[in-house]
């Protein structure tokens, strides 16, 4: 009455916004009602509906738990029936005395006990451990990989050269097979050029492929000393004549400088035996097979192979005669990929003489005042004759030829020089 009494005091457009305003509350709040009991209707059916739900897993878990029980079962009687098959076998085993595969033992008359470690019948013999294999790198070559390119280049061979453009086609196709590390597959014609003919031969555009093979295999430089000691050893263990040499068996039981050592005392042997693989690789790559199918090794050539100076290759030529050789050890020590020499040489051919050829030697041995056919020579005494000087400064079959180092070089050029060569 109050407010009916103010707004009738108030101007008639004040009076009916008042109105408007109470009305708007009175139907808000008739909202409001509505939507509370709508509120608890879902409330009051989200719960029946949550009572339903927890019957129906209450009959599955009844059912589940129900299939499980008769699972448990079946197991158990299963298991109880192979129990009673077991018996009926060991007491047909025993009847008959036959070997049974396991010793049983009946522990208290409760259970069976199968005694794993008391097998009668012999286990199965274990699968044999992988041979160990040399760990492979980018850029030097395995022992493996050193077969696969020498047996590549005896193919093309008939000795220990080839021409030079041929050795450079069997690096290529060996390094496009994948025969050699994967960084060989950078080298294009040029660097592989570059490095062949770092090991040339007597003949013109000729490579000693021999020497390749034992430069890729990066063996250790062995001292003049050993080079003597090595050089009476295969002559001892050789075999004489035309088609003489080391055999397999006689290159076996030789100790080469570089291994392979035995094992000492305590010492945890190698996974992979590089030097003993090493020393079997190399007869099968220097090696040359006859037509009896014998493979005989040439040990004054391979004794030179091994030499990375002239007066190395004097010790190891006259190591009987402390370095001083003879006219006809001079001529193969300056004919190294050629031996072993004919008995009587060819008649030297024009336009290209062979610059140390028998009658060179002869010439100097005149100029030093020796005879040819018995006197002897060292190196110093050859080394300081005019004649003597340019014939071993002509000489290239004996010097260091770092094959690797020439090829780090190329890739670190091109920015592409790995960590782990």
């Given amino acids: 009455q109050a ?25 808000a709040r008739s909202l409001w009602r509505a939507e509370a009991a709508k509120l608890r209707r879902r409330c009051r059916a989200l719960c029946v509906h949550g009572a339903n739900a ?23 009687r299963a298991e109880l029936e192979a129990v009673g098959a077991l018996v009926q076998l060991m007491r047909a085993a025993v009847e008959s005395e036959a070997q049974l595969s396991h010793a049983l033992e009946l522990a208290d008359g409760a ?18 451990a992988p041979a160990p294999r040399q760990r492979l790198g980018q850029l030097r070559l395995s022992v493996a990989q050193l077969v696969g390119l020498s047996a590549r280049f005896g193919s093309e061979a008939t000795g220990s050269t080839l021409p030079l453009r041929t050795a450079i086609d069997v690096l290529l196709r060996a390094a496009a097979a994948g ?7 950078q080298f294009e014609r040029t660097v592989l ?35 003597a000691a090595l050089a009476e050893a295969c002559e001892r263990n050789a075999t004489p004549g035309e088609h003489g040499g080391l055999t397999r068996s006689s290159w076996d039981e030789l100790e080469l400088w570089f291994g392979p050592q035995p094992a000492r005392e305590g010492e945890v042997a ?31 050539r391979f004794v030179l192979y091994t030499c990375d100076s002239v007066p190395k290759a004097f010790a190891a030529t006259a190591f009987a005669d402390h370095g001083a050789v003879s006219a006809a050890e001079l001529h193969a020590l300056l004919h190294r990929d050629e031996l072993p020499l004919p008995e009587h040489p060819p008649a030297e051919l024009t336009p290209n003489p062979d610059p140390f050829s028998l009658a060179v030697v002869h010439r100097l041995f ?56």
Wanted: hydrophobic residues 50%; charged residues 20%.
């Fill in 270 to 300: 190698r996974e992979f035996d590089v030097e003993a693989a090493l020393k079997a690789a190399l007869f099968d790559a220097l090696a040359t097979r006859h037509a009896n199918g014998a493979s005989r090794l040439n040990q004054q």
């Fill in 366 to 421: 005149a100029e030093l005042n020796c005879d040819a056919g018995k006197d002897r020579v060292p190196y110093l005494m050859v080394a300081n004759n005019p004649l003597g000087a340019r014939i071993l400064s002509a000489c290239e079959l004996y010097r260091v030829n770092n094959v690797y180092a020439v090829l780090e070089a190329k890739l670190a050029a091109v920015g592409d020089l790995a960590i782990d060569m």
């Fill in 111 to 128: 259970a069976l006990v199968v005694d794993e470690s008391l097998l009668l019948v012999p286990r199965r013999p274990a699968m044999p």
């Fill in 179 to 185: 025969e050699l590390p994967p960084l060989w597959r």
């Fill in 54 to 76: 927890l019957a129906a897993n209450k009959a599955l878990l009844e059912r589940l738990y129900a299939q499980l029980d008769a699972r448990l079962g079946a197991r158990v």
């Fill in 193 to 227: 050029l570059q490095v062949c003919r770092l090991f040339p031969s007597a003949h013109a555009a000729q490579v000693s492929w021999h020497a390749l093979v034992l430069a890729l295999a990066q063996l250790p430089a062995p001292t003049s000393a050993q080079l």
């Fill in 3 to 27: 407010a009916d009494t103010a707004d009738a005091e108030l101007l008639p457009s004040r009076a009916q916004h008042n109105g408007a305003v109470r009305a708007l509350q009175a139907e």
